[in-house]
């Protein structure tokens, strides 16, 4: 007599997609007769169906704090039992981190009565308003640290200091 294949586990990857990831559903399953398994996948958002069919994977783009579910049910080409033979796995969407592509100056030249500052261009692909922290470096040490884009020479540097910036956004 033929049996029906049986899922024992269902996994989701990434574990903490962002915004921008593709997730993957990782199903377990066997068939006591030995024959194939195949799985069936229906993959909701915050509650809505999305894709169905034999596609294990979701792609993004997605919002944050979305709510991606994929449910599995296994089929080996014999009997299919789609009521009660089938697991979920589910995750939350995370933010995607903003990045900064790009730190001028405006002056490559600088005196010690000069203010030196940053200009910086940074992204969010989720459109999440990004704030800069600014931690100023002269001679390898901090000197300054927050939300200011400038460094007053006459304040924090000399003549033929080292100077730079690390810029983090948030």
Not at 4 to 20: E, F, M
Not at 42 to 47: D, I, Q
Not at 115 to 143: C, K, N, Q
């Amino acid at each position: 007599s033929k049996v029906k294949p049986i899922i024992t586990s269902v996994g989701i990857s990434p574990l903490l997609p962002t915004t921008q990831d593709s997730i993957t559903c990782v199903p377990v399953s066997s068939d006591i007769d030995g024959d194939t398994v195949s799985h069936e996948y229906v993959w909701t958002v915050n509650g809505n169906v999305t894709q169905t069919g034999s596609l294990d994977t979701l792609a993004g783009p997605f919002s944050s704090n979305d709510e991606v579910t994929c449910t599995v049910t296994p089929a080996d080409g014999q009997t299919f039992d789609g009521i009660g033979n089938s697991l979920s796995a589910t995750v939350t969407v995370q933010n995607t981190a903003p990045v900064v592509s790009d730190i001028s100056f405006s002056s490559e030249s600088v005196t010690i009565n000069d203010v030196l500052v940053a200009s910086v261009t940074a992204s969010d692909l989720d459109s999440d308003e990004i704030t800069l922290h600014y931690e100023w470096f002269v001679e390898g040490s901090s000197v300054k640290s927050g939300l200011g884009n400038s460094l007053d020479g006459q304040q924090y540097f000399q003549r033929n200091q080292q100077i730079y910036v690390a810029v983090t956004p948030s």
